[in-house]
């Protein structure tokens, strides 16, 4: 086990009907710690920008739109192999093959729609979390 860090994006799906909370009380439960946190409006640079390495998708466009359709709240979450636990915590990419339990399976509208984002490396996660946040407003 070791202690790290991921990035978790809660998407403008969730916060639209409400469940920052029972979000967060899932992600707590787990036994992660939010350590950083901060709803904002993303814009298309930057939902085009942390989403480019799909950008040859066909569903990238309307990712983009999605993602910018309302507020996100951007997190950072500390814990045991946060990285991978956090994954199995949010549950598969489409909430029709989600564990029961999981936050997508829970809570998620579609494969778009998912309702929460999770790093998929430790090495990803550093670069995402330094995408949104200043060290300083990380508090371990
Ligand atoms: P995320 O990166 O958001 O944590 P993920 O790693 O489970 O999700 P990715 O393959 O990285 O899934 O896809 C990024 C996001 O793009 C998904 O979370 C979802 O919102 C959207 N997406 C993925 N596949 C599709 C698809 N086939 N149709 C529409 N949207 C999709
Ligand atoms: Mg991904």
Redesign the pocket.
């Known amino acids: 086990m070791t202690m790290q860090k991921t990035f978790s ?1 809660i ?1 403008p799906d969730a916060t639209r009907r409400n469940l920052t909370g029972k979000i967060n009380a899932t992600i707590e439960a787990a036994g992660l710690r939010i350590i950083a946190q901060k709803r904002v409006q993303l814009t298309q640079a930057q939902a085009e920008g942390f ?1 480019a ?2 950008k040859e ?3 990238f466009n ?2 983009v739109s ?2 910018i359709s309302g507020p996100v709240v951007v997190q950072v979450l500390e814990g045991n192999d946060a990285v991978a636990k956090y ?1 199995e915590v ?1 549950g ?3 909430p029709e093959n989600a564990d029961a339990g999981t936050i ?1 399976k829970e809570f998620a509208e ?5 309702s ?5 490396s430790l090495e990803n996660a550093a670069i995402e979390i330094a995408y949104f946040f200043a060290q300083t407003e990380i508090v371990g």
């Open positions: 994006i998407k989403y390495v799909h998708r066909a569903f309307d990712l999605f993602m994954r949010m598969a990419t489409n997508r579609s494969i778009e729609a998912n929460v984002h999770g790093s998929d």
